[in-house]
């Protein structure tokens, strides 16, 4: 199956920085990837939805400006978390998709912990 | 509003079988997914089901049923490396990206 990479796999910042997550699709183009977050035992909760090379689609809630997401090629998506706080630790997940797919693929996270 | 419903959680024995039910209600409806995550790793695809039937693959079959807006997963000859977190979701069609929108979540515990 296709890979997809996610770096760091953990990152401990101080509150009130910034961390970028990189997500990369490894063999194949990825049209569409998806953040997403997910808490200690609850589900995968849809950030946003990034096209390479248009602006990234938020779901209500998510603040856009908090969360800046680059879908630079067709192979790299970036999540940067800006001015994090406490309550932004959490499990940090991407997936991407093909074109005509009906699988998504995940990467393996980033465990984000703000102090 | 959009909703996925499946049991918290699921415990049995080694070599039984499990049958994790998924109710759904969302605006579009483009296929029905199943995903297994153990503790600390990512979500890995099981199935896809886009038409009413089942789906076997090996010892996980998968099915759905599009006029009760529900599927399930049948996990048999239960092992020990099935203990995890099963997650049902929809492909949502309104757009053209088919994003996700995932359930809760079940917890399998297999037991010796």
């Known amino acids: 199956g296709a890979v997809v990479s996610q770096h760091p796999s953990r990152v401990i910042c101080k509150s009130g920085t910034s961390v970028k997550i990189e997500c990369r699709s490894l063999?194949?183009?990825?049209?569409?990837m998806f953040w997403y977050r997910q808490f200690p035992k609850q589900s995968l909760m849809l950030m946003a939805t990034?096209?390479?090379?248009?602006?990234?689609?938020?779901e209500q809630g998510v603040e856009k400006d908090k969360f800046l997401i680059n879908h630079a090629s067709l192979t790299l998506s970036t999540l940067t978390v800006t001015s994090a706080h406490p309550e932004d630790s959490s499990f940090y997940i991407c997936?991407?998709?093909?074109?005509?797919?009906?699988?998504?693929?995940f990467g393996p996270g980033t465990r984000l912990t703000v102090t | 509003g959009q909703s996925l419903e499946q049991p918290s959680e699921v415990t049995a024995v080694e070599g039984a079988i499990v049958q994790i039910n998924c109710t759904y209600q969302t605006s579009g409806f483009y296929g029905l997914s199943w995903y297994q995550q153990h503790d600390g790793g990512a979500p890995t695809f099981l199935s896809y089901?886009?038409?009413?039937g089942l789906e076997e693959t090996g010892r996980f079959s998968s099915f759905l049923s599009r006029s009760d807006s529900y599927g399930y997963l049948l996990l048999q000859e239960l092992q020990m490396k099935d203990s995890a977190s099963y997650f049902c979701?929809?492909?949502?069609?309104?757009?053209?990206?088919?994003?996700?929108?995932f359930g809760a979540g079940t917890q399998v515990v297999v037991t010796p």
């Open positions: 997936s991407a998709a093909g074109t005509g797919g009906n699988e998504q693929y």
């Open positions: 990034s096209n390479e090379g248009s602006k990234a689609t938020y």
């Open positions: 063999d194949f183009q990825a049209t569409t």
């Open positions: 979701a929809v492909r949502d069609g309104t757009d053209s990206w088919g994003k996700l929108q």
């Open positions: 089901n886009a038409l009413d």
